[in-house]
């Protein structure tokens, strides 16, 4: 499956932001779906997760800041970023797997850069 993320940019400290990413396929045969990021100087980290049913995990960093919504009417995905902060500057990857525990090794999109300034 291919995806296309967007709704990255430039934001100021404690703006919101909403990430979307769309599938070349249906999103109701997706298992797994979740959002990758990887700042300047960082490892790449899994943010956030949501299985086909709905259920979804956080990073501890993101949470109750962050949710991640699919949208199967729509065939979209969403991250939405509220009380931004400078660490979440990075770039955000939507991915597609097959289960939760082997997400990072399904499909990856391009990335969408999201930087937040103090």
């Known amino acids: 499956v291919q995806l296309v993320e967007s709704g990255g940019g430039l934001v100021q400290a404690g703006g919101s932001l909403r990430l979307s990413c769309a599938p070349s396929?249906?999103?109701?045969?997706?298992?797994?779906m979740g959002w990758y990021r990887q700042g300047p100087g960082k490892e790449r980290e899994l943010v956030a997760v949501?299985?086909?049913?709905?259920?979804?995990d956080y990073v501890d960093s993101v949470k109750g800041r962050f949710t991640i919504t699919r949208d199967n009417a729509k065939n979209m995905l969403y991250l939405q970023m509220n009380s931004l902060r400078p660490e979440d500057t990075a770039m955000y990857f939507c991915?597609?797997?097959?289960?939760?525990?082997?997400?990072?090794?399904?499909?990856w999109g391009q990335g969408t850069q999201v930087t937040v300034s103090s």
């Open positions: 949501i299985g086909r049913g709905g259920s979804a």
């Open positions: 991915v597609a797997g097959t289960t939760l525990a082997s997400l990072r090794l399904g499909s």
């Open positions: 396929g249906s999103i109701i045969s997706i298992n797994a």
